[in-house]
């Protein structure tokens, strides 16, 4: 059952009668092959073709709860994740596609990690696509994703910055549409360094952006520091050094008083 459901977008197109009578079915999740149907389905390497997502979407929309309870997972939750993103990114307005608040339920769905793991993949779809970030994330960060407080932990915090390091000419654009998610967070690692070394000779974020990246640091610092922040000073000094009239803005005097207690 598993190899077959690896075919079944091929088999979909070459006879898709017999694929909707035979090997369908076996995807209802009560199903006593559901399990290895799904495993084959979810390592064939593509996204559902659009006829097939069309028929097996019901499915889809409460796939990856069902994955998540299952031992096998191993990340196929995330695979399930990008395949419902690129039927809302990429399909938008179709029968294959999925709606905003079909998009919205289904990251409320997710765990955590599925769902800070899914944040990735939106800065590998804005990179990957001629204004994809314009096109294709801003839209889904404002219209479909949960604005509910218990979305917005550390980890996502995380995810944001990443997403944000990579969005280069479009950072500002990107911020403005991520920063209601950004909470004040404290973390051994260095989430910044993109925005204060040169990668791939491009200038950093924040000579590029100083008063968008003052005003994300003052987001995402805490009021009170319990230990030397690393990335801090660093672009402080490089907001400085790019526009010194930011020097008397109220949020570049916090932070910088932060930076000297710690």
């Known amino acids: 059952v598993s190899i077959v459901c690896r075919k079944l977008n091929w088999l979909m197109f070459v006879d898709p009668a017999w694929t909707k009578e035979r090997l369908i079915p076996m995807l209802a999740f009560e199903h006593p092959a559901s399990e290895p149907a799904w495993n084959g389905f979810l390592h064939c390497g593509r996204e559902p073709w659009s006829p097939l997502a069309e028929i097996i979407k019901p499915l889809l929309l409460d796939l990856i709860p069902w994955i998540e309870g299952l031992s096998w997972d191993r990340d196929l939750s995330n695979v399930a994740a990008q395949w419902l993103g690129r039927m809302r990114v990429f399909h938008t307005n179709k029968p294959s596609g999925l709606s905003q608040g079909q998009m919205r339920s289904v990251f ?143 949020r570049y005097l916090r932070l910088i008083d932060l930076v000297e207690r710690s």
């Open 108 to 250: 409320r769905a997710m765990t955590d990690d599925t769902r800070n793991r899914f944040i990735t993949w939106l800065g590998q779809v804005g990179q990957a696509n001629e204004n994809g970030w314009v096109n294709h994330v801003i839209p889904l960060i404002n219209e479909d994703w949960p604005r509910e407080r218990r979305f917005r932990t550390s980890a996502s915090m995380r995810s944001w910055i990443g997403l944000l390091g990579g969005a280069g000419n479009s950072f500002a654009a990107v911020y403005e549409a991520v920063k209601k998610f950004l909470v004040p967070v404290e973390t051994n690692d260095h989430p910044f360094y993109r925005f204060t070394r040169e990668i791939n000779q491009e200038i950093p974020i924040t000579a590029r952006f100083p008063e968008a990246t003052l005003d994300l640091m003052n987001r995402a610092t805490p009021q009170v520091l319990t230990r030397p922040a690393s990335e801090l000073p660093k672009v402080l000094a490089l907001i400085a050094e790019t526009e010194s009239n930011l020097t008397s803005d109220p």
